[in-house]
């Protein structure tokens, strides 16, 4: 069949409309078999899980390409949405009710967040104080809580008042503390882009959306500052290129 029309373009994929209800999320031709097997079985181990989120029917090919069928979703995703309304404090409130949700969940069958961390941070070029950081990581608790690993404005939909998680690829079990830290990560501290007007605008939006979610989270900054510190340097093994242009505050 043909594929229908395009929703969404991402780093390793484009969504297309499938067939009714559903889309497929089509994989770049040079994007890992096991990566793609990977995410769905991801999306199974949630599957039954208390939280709002499309279900994943199935890899399938398309051409040289293979993809993921999943429900589709409408709405719109919380950072467009914010960006729209400006309510801060709502898409905070929003960000941290749906957190709750996912945090309130065990597993045992994915990694180990502080194996994923301790991996990047060995792996890290260039790496200051490295085996400082790595006593910092012994010192912080295993768990078996699932932590998304990726839970930011942009992998979150809005339809109706109602939130819906996308993109468990990241899923790893531990303290929930990582995946607060993780996402107070995302928020404050990745770059904005060059070419975005208004930058420092956007910065002081950035930082206070992070310390409204936190307060409704409540969590203060002090209680994941050491895990905000191990994040920082296995950013550096995970995703280099991004490191001299992060936002230090």
């Known amino acids: ?14 969504v297309y409309e499938w067939t009714e209800g559903k889309v497929i999320k089509l994989f770049y031709y040079d994007y890992p078999r096991k990566s ?23 890899i399938v090919a398309y051409g040289e390409r293979l993809g993921i069928i999943y429900d589709k979703i409408g709405g719109k995703s919380l950072e467009t949405w914010v960006m729209e309304t400006g309510d801060v ?6 960000m941290a009710n749906l957190h709750k949700k996912i945090i309130s969940n065990t597993v045992t ?3 180990s967040y502080k194996e994923f961390l301790r991996y990047n941070i060995l792996r890290a070029r260039g790496l200051e104080d490295r085996e400082k950081i790595l006593s910092i990581l012994d010192q912080l608790p295993d768990g078996n809580i699932l932590c998304h690993g990726d839970f930011h404005p942009g992998n979150i939909f809005i339809s109706g008042g109602q939130t819906i998680a996308i993109d468990f690829m990241n899923i790893c079990q531990g303290h929930f503390l990582y995946d607060v830290a993780r996402t107070t990560f995302l928020i404050q501290y990745t770059p904005v882009p060059e070419e975005v007007k208004d930058k420092e605008v ?3 939006l950035k930082r206070l959306l992070t310390d409204l979610y936190l307060v409704e989270m409540g969590i203060t900054r002090e209680m994941i500052q050491n895990y905000l510190t191990v994040i920082m340097a296995a950013r550096m093994g995970e995703n280099p290129e991004e490191i001299s242009n992060l936002v230090y505050e």
């Open 36 to 58: 793609i097997e990977k995410e769905f079985q991801n999306a199974k181990i949630i599957s039954n899980m208390g939280f709002q989120k499309p279900k994943a029917y199935g």
């Open 109 to 111: 069958n994915v990694p």
């Open 1 to 14: 069949m043909k594929l229908g029309e395009e929703i969404g373009v991402g780093n390793t994929a484009t």
């Open 89 to 94: 404090e709502g898409c905070a409130l929003y």
């Open 202 to 204: 956007l910065l002081k």
